[in-house]
């Protein structure tokens, strides 16, 4: 079968064999948004030569925005549930093959808003098999969209999303810090942790982001110092609202940003566990084969 | 003589009699910004046909990329400080008149980052006179960058910034929570009203700010309604932060966002006082007043 990881910025898709181990993969950093509607033309030139009978895709691609809309599936969802919510897309340019479009999951709370993910709860998935039964795990995805979830059994039963990566894009970019900053600044260990120190003080957010035009204006904080110190604001602010106050938090990432988490994590007394951010393929393997695509 | 308040998008000037009141006035929308370095041609000629004496500046044109950079002076600062600090500015289109410009004021906590204003002070000293001597008072002004201040005896003791109407900004028109508003929608109180209170929930900022999103995509939040959530989220998060806990908060600012700010502090059980926001007129003359350029 293919597995097929499909965002609004990002493509991956891997050849699996019959035990889902990954026999090939292709990726590109081209997603929705570079296909301008044409999603069949897209998958049959990213696929081409790769010609196993069974496509699970998963991600914006089931959005409003995407090929076909799936429906999120609700929180408790395991790999059952989401196997089910799954859509079947009929495509010319893949005639006597079959493709699907997995769901994304909703969250409910009793109290508070809503949540929803498309394509982490494949990652989630994942991983699933390598967590103890009988208790629940906390996992994050740190990104654009970090997202903290909480699965138990193999079953998605809580999650939150935190805009961390797109406030820190915003704010290099576009606000009145950019003056302060170098944006081409490498991480600075000190210096985000430095950020995450002002993120456990007073004051809250919107008053700790002015403290990176203070510091510079003073001499305190380098142009190269300032972008590690706002990304440490940022995410001590995430972790002070979503983090768990002991324990063990997996992480789902790349290498770069799972680093940065785990040194945050540590500083709040909490125990980070890296995992790859390549779950996925595996995840999408045990939905096919919950609905008995492959054997 | 004339006072200027002179920001970085904003130009507004002053003539006053002896005692302080307010004969003519002038302002501009555009600021430091829009001068391109020319501040003396710039100055010459919106005061055109006013020929009084004595000129004194406040607000950005003081700092590093304005006319001339005035250091900062210390909190506690009063009138007498503020005025001592003062700058004269040399320029030949006011041959036989005196210019100055005022510096800012800079706050350094024995603990947490130090704080800067430029302009502010000045309307903080206008109002300065008209409240109770021998207790602090609690003073905001709302806007791009918010300051909270507190008042002793007609002294600044200690302030703080927030970046609430920037994030706003920033956020309405750059990031994906874009695409669930309509930029051009009213205030909507109600909206307004749950934003507060998702901000008083669990989760911090960087978690909330998706929820414009999330319940953008079920249908709660209409378009219209969306701009007026996000600012109760980012207000809510301002006083999370730097309101006091109880008792009188005088607010200084526009109409609009200071009767948003009102309903925000009744939220919390805080008594708001309004202000208007042409108090650095008053502010300008003391300072004028404390120099002994006007008897």
Known sequence: MIAVDWGTSSFRAYRLDRD???????SAAAGLLACQGNFEAALAQRLSGWDDAT??????????????EVPYVDCPAGAEQIAAGMLEVAAAAFTGRRLFIAPGVRYRPVIGTPEVMRGEEVQLLGLAPRLAPGEPHTLCLPGTHSKWAVLDDGRLTSFRTAMTGELYALLTRHSLLATSMDPHAGDDAAAFARGLATARSDGGLPSHLFSVRTLALFGELTP?????????????????????????VHLIGNVELTRRYERALRARGLEPV?????????????LARHRRLID
């Open 274 to 286: 890296g995992h790859s951010d390549t779950l996925s393929a595996s995840g999408l393997h045990q």
């Open 224 to 248: 190269a110092q300032a972008p590690s110190y706002l990304s440490g604001l940022l995410v001590g602010h995430e972790l002070e609202g979503l983090a768990p106050s002991a324990g063990r």
């Open 20 to 26: 889902g181990a990954v026999l090939e993969q292709r």
């Open 55 to 68: 496509v699970v895709m998963a991600g914006m691609i089931g959005s409003r925005n995407g090929w076909h």
